[in-house]
């Protein structure tokens, strides 16, 4: 009869590292996520809202820039087009044939536009803390 065979211990570490562990896969829990950090998190947000600000103030740049009051003189040309709730008005040289009305006066300090009286028609405009009304002549 013979006796079976002890097993042996492996001999170098190379043969260590090569015996199989039925149950490695699960004495190995998976790596955590790494988590942000709350600095990154805010920094994160803060950078959200300063891009959220930059485009606003461009945004009313711009709509300010286009459709913002003009301040003309008395004899300018300007140019109205919209609706009497919203009017557009740009100036324009008088010979363009762009124009459709003439600045005939330039009331400041006000908003009433019945400081033109009935024979202009009246437009009330606000730059900074400066407010006027433009009294002008329909071109024809």
Excluded: W
């Excluded at 709350?38 to 959220?52: A, E, N, P, Q, W």
């Amino acid at each position: 009869m013979t006796t079976p065979q002890s097993p042996q211990a492996p001999s170098s570490p190379e043969a260590v590292a090569a015996t199989p562990f039925p149950y490695a896969e699960a004495a190995q829990a998976p790596a955590p996520a790494p988590k942000k950090s709350k600095r990154k998190k805010m920094l994160s947000v803060l950078g959200t809202l300063v891009l959220i600000v930059v485009v606003a103030i461009i945004k009313v740049a711009v709509i300010d820039a286009v459709d913002g009051p003009v301040r003309a003189k008395v004899g300018d040309c300007v140019k109205v087009t919209g609706s009497d709730d919203h009017p557009s008005v740009d100036t324009v040289g008088c010979d363009s044939g762009k124009a459709t009305h003439t600045v005939s006066k330039v009331v400041q300090d006000t908003f009433d536009v019945n400081t033109c009286g009935g024979t202009f028609d009246a437009l009330a405009q606000q730059m900074d803390n400066e407010k006027f009304v433009l009294c002008l002549t329909p071109k024809k």
